[in-house]
């Protein structure tokens, strides 16, 4: 059973950084991609960024050149680097398995002066 759980979220103005992590037990993380989602309030969640088992990484277009993914396989950990926020990057951000069910509780970010 895959188990995530997220952490770093927190306060930040805008154009500050924060780095979240996600450890995950359960799989063997090193053959596994993985992902970052969001939820803003009210909103769908949505996929913002993947890291596959090689290290090449994908963004979706409102995050790519400020997010940054990256994993290290010996903690069993994904990160995601978020620079220049914005208020609209204010949400419950969650890790996942790529091909599995199942979520953290995920972390909240609120970007906001």
């Known amino acids: 059973q895959v188990q995530l759980v997220e952490s770093g979220g927190g306060l930040v103005q805008p154009g500050g950084s924060l780095r979240l992590s996600c450890a995950a037990s359960?799989?063997?993380?090193?053959?596994?991609?993985m992902d970052w989602y969001r939820q803003a309030p009210g909103k769908s969640r949505d996929w913002i960024a993947r890291i596959n088992s090689g290290g090449f990484t994908n963004y979706a277009a409102s995050v790519k050149g400020r997010f940054t993914i990256s994993r290290d396989n010996a903690k069993n950990t994904v990160y995601l680097q978020m620079n220049s926020l914005k208020p609209e990057d204010t949400a419950v951000y969650y890790c996942?398995?790529?091909?599995?069910?199942?979520w953290g509780q995920g972390t909240q970010v609120t970007v906001s002066s």
């Open positions: 359960g799989i063997i993380f090193s053959c596994n991609a």
């Open positions: 996942k398995v790529v091909g599995y069910e199942g």
